[in-house]
């Protein structure tokens, strides 16, 4: 498994990335996370829609909710075939029970605290924590990376026009 540093900091301390460093352009990676209601799903579940994969270290964190709650915002104003997948190294239990208290209702919360299997495909598993760095990838429709954020302070929240608008062009 290949380790990379000094590409993310959490409050100016250095941490170790595991996995690859993809870029836009390569073949999205698959995964398999569980949902709020503990069913496994693949990238395959979401094939020919657009995605932008928005990956948070803890929704119980100021900026990781404030993020969560601005892209379920912004969701709502997406097709159908379009999504926000906001992922995290929560269990499943607890982001249900934060989703019901914030009122999230269109961006869809998936774990991977079961076997990281996320984090180490797209590269953003913090091994010092076994926490998600945060970062955002879009996923064109052909399944490929059309956009690739990783915040280099996990404390700062993504480029949203950035993400929202390479959402859009990958939608087509």
């Not at 870029?23 to 799903?41: E, I, R, S, W, Y």
């Not at 994969?53 to 892209?71: G, H, I, K, N, Q």
């Not at 797209?122 to 956009?147: H, P, T």
């Amino acid at each position: 498994m290949s380790e990379r540093t000094g590409l993310v900091t959490i409050h100016g301390n250095p941490l170790t990335l595991l996995g690859p460093a993809l870029t836009v352009g390569d073949k999205a990676p698959d995964f398999t996370l569980l949902t709020n209601d503990l069913a496994p799903v693949t990238l395959a579940d979401y094939a020919g829609m657009a995605l932008a994969l928005v990956c948070v270290p803890s929704l119980d964190t100021p900026v990781c909710d404030m993020e969560t709650r601005r892209f379920n915002t912004e969701a709502a104003a997406l097709a159908p075939d379009v999504k926000i997948l906001t992922i995290s190294m929560d269990l499943p239990f607890a982001q249900k029970r934060w989703c019901g208290a914030a009122g999230i209702d269109k961006v869809q919360t998936l774990s991977d605290h079961k076997d990281a299997s996320f984090g180490l495909a797209y590269g953003v598993l913090i091994k010092e924590l076994r926490l998600l760095a945060r970062s955002v990838f879009v996923v064109d429709r052909a399944g490929k990376l059309a956009y690739v954020e990783l915040v280099p302070e996990v404390t700062q929240e993504p480029s949203y026009g950035s993400v929202l608008a390479a959402l859009a062009k990958a939608a087509g």
